[in-house]
């Protein structure tokens, strides 16, 4: 049994099963196909939107993880390919799928340009290998079958693989994984990079692939989420002895408050898990997440950007309600027939997706999702589209519109 709090569902509305059928899916669609169409004339070839807009557009950006100039981390250019895969699926046309394959290149050259030992210039010494190579390269190879894609996402599953410390049986997310003060840290984001391992473990001849992926769910699951079922930001471990240590915030309020997006990539990224490894243990911690994400939602379904705020007039986090809600889905389609919460979970998914499209869906052709937030405390991105809210929501969609197989 858990030892993590599972809390009643208190919102009953989330008892109905809310008015948003496949053809008011597929009018959100049609709109986010416009929106993409005019975006391709700014961002094509090796130029990406940014993690954030400003004022509701997006800048251009290469293909690189440092931008100097706003002394940012680039770990997002994969979402704006993520988007093509997707509106392709939807529509068919190659030349979202062409615009892709590039893209698909591009990922090549950074991998090669690490093996070339120009490790800075390629950017890859985080764990956001994962995000970067699934919605680009795997998605390339699930969607065209492409052995050049495929091998280059088992490069890069190579290279995140660098990231794992036995001892403490985590992937570390940021940092030299030789400073001292830098090494153990975790952090739950990290659920949706695993998908590249265990996607690698399909075509490895042994399985340590499969076992960081699922050594570090399980770590993941032991120490970040906390007793009352919200979860840290990050968490830090003693490498040598492989003990707990302590958690903290990056992106969050507070260390101990519960950053929504955080609880989101918990929401989705253990059920995901779940689907490689069949341990039941996720599926019920994510229950406990999102039993304690959906208490804390404001009138409209969508959270604010830490759940320490539950206000009807708060900053909202619309990619957190996006991830959320497909996490909601994944968990809904796992549980047995039996669970009495099954059911419900879904109705919440369609309640946030149909909230989404209604009132926060882009008006400007410039980008998809307003009312993102990046970074708050950083003042990043606050009240902005975000590349990742964008592609999420697109997810969400696709989820809804039709039998969707993931990239993760
Ligand atoms: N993975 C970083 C973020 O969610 O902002």
């Known amino acids: 049994m858990s030892n993590v709090n599972l809390e009643q569902i208190k919102r009953s509305e989330f008892s109905d099963l809310p008015k948003f ?6 009018k959100v669609l049609d709109e986010v196909v416009k929106i993409v169409d005019h975006m391709l004339l700014k961002f094509h070839g090796d130029c990406f939107p940014r993690a954030c807009s400003k004022d509701y557009v ?18 997002t250019t994969s979402f704006w390919t993520g988007i ?4 392709y699926e939807y529509t068919q046309d190659e030349k979202y799928k062409l615009e892709a394959q590039k893209h698909s290149e591009s990922f090549r050259t950074r991998i090669d340009n690490y093996y070339n030992k120009d490790e800075e210039e ?3 010494n985080h764990h956001d290998i994962g995000f970067l190579y699934s919605l680009t390269t795997v998605a390339d190879y699930k969607l065209t079958g492409s052995k050049r894609a495929l091998e280059t996402s088992l490069m890069a599953a190579k290279l995140l693989a660098k990231r794992y410390i036995p001892q403490a049986k985590i ?21 949706l990079n695993i998908p590249l391992l265990y996607f690698a473990d399909q075509f490895s001849k042994d399985d340590s692939y499969y076992e960081m992926a699922y050594n570090h769910a399980k770590s993941a699951s032991q120490y970040i989420i906390r007793p009352d079922a919200s979860t840290f930001h990050t968490f830090h471990m003693d490498t040598i002895t492989g003990k707990p240590r302590f958690g903290s915030t990056h992106q969050g ?13 918990g929401i989705m990224g253990f059920p995901i898990s779940y689907s490689y490894t069949k341990d039941k243990e996720f599926l019920e911690k994510a229950k406990c997440l999102a039993n304690y994400f959906l208490n804390r939602l404001p009138k409209d379904f969508v959270c604010n950007w830490d759940l320490i705020f539950t206000a009807d007039d708060g900053q909202r986090d619309t990619s957190a309600a996006a991830i959320a809600a497909i996490g909601l889905l994944e968990l809904s389609n796992a549980l047995p027939k ?3 919460d099954k059911e419900l979970y879904k109705n919440a998914c369609l309640a946030i997706a149909k909230s989404l499209s209604e009132k926060y869906l882009g008006t400007n052709l410039e980008g998809i999702l307003k009312s993102g937030v990046y970074f708050y405390h950083g003042n990043l991105g606050i009240e902005e589209y975000l590349i990742f809210g964008d592609y999420f929501f697109v997810e969400l969609l696709m989820r809804l519109y039709k039998d969707w197989n993931p990239y993760w």
Do not use: F, P, T
């Open 171 to 191: 992937l570390q997310a940021w940092g030299d994984m030789n400073d001292e003060n830098q090494r153990g840290r975790m952090i739950i984001d990290c659920n």
């Open 84 to 87: 093509l895969w997707l509106v």
């Open 21 to 26: 059928e496949k053809q008011d899916v597929a």
């Open 253 to 265: 309020y507070s260390d101990d408050s519960c950053w929504a997006r955080g609880q989101a990539w």
């Open 338 to 340: 039996e669970d009495k």
């Open 58 to 75: 997006y800048d251009g950006v290469g293909n690189l993880h440092w931008d100097a100039s706003n002394n940012e981390s680039i770990w």
């Open 122 to 124: 390629a950017g890859l």
